[in-house]
Nanobody
Framework: QVQLVESGGGLVQPGGSLRLSCAAS????????MGWFRQAPGKQREFVAN???????NYTDSVKGRFTIPRDNAKKTVDLQMNSLKPEDTAVYYC?????????????WGQGTQVTVSS
């Protein structure tokens, strides 16, 4: 099995920065894609950003220019560097990974970490 563990959530003021981290562990052959989703209260879970093992990066429009998504393939980690944070960024952020094990391919999720942007 595969586990994704997130860290780094918390409270930050508007305009501030926060860095989330996600570490994957378990019976992993390779990870095709790692990334982040978020879910605000009363809203559907939405895509934020992801990065492939080859370095291709995708961002949702609302975070372009503000967020970056560093990945370390060797350590099986992905971060989300969030700058110029806005109150509308407040959400539970979930790490996601598309993982190959010897038995096949599966999509995995972390437990979520709360990010609150408020004065």
């Amino acid at each position: 099995q595969v586990q994704l563990v997130e860290s780094g959530g918390g409270l930050v003021q508007p305009g501030g920065s926060l860095r989330l981290s996600c570490a994957a562990s378990g019976r992993i052959v390779s990870i095709a894609t790692m990334g982040w989703f978020r879910q605000a209260p009363g809203k559907q879970r939405e895509f934020v950003a992801n990065v492939t093992s080859g370095g291709t990066i995708n961002y949702t429009d609302s975070v372009k220019g503000r967020f970056t998504i560093p990945r370390d393939n060797a350590k099986k980690t992905v971060d989300l560097q969030m700058n110029s944070l806005k109150p509308e960024d407040t959400a539970v952020y979930y790490c996601n990974a598309d993982v190959w094990s010897w038995s096949g391919r599966n999509d995995y999720w972390g437990q979520g970490t709360q990010v609150t942007v408020s004065s």
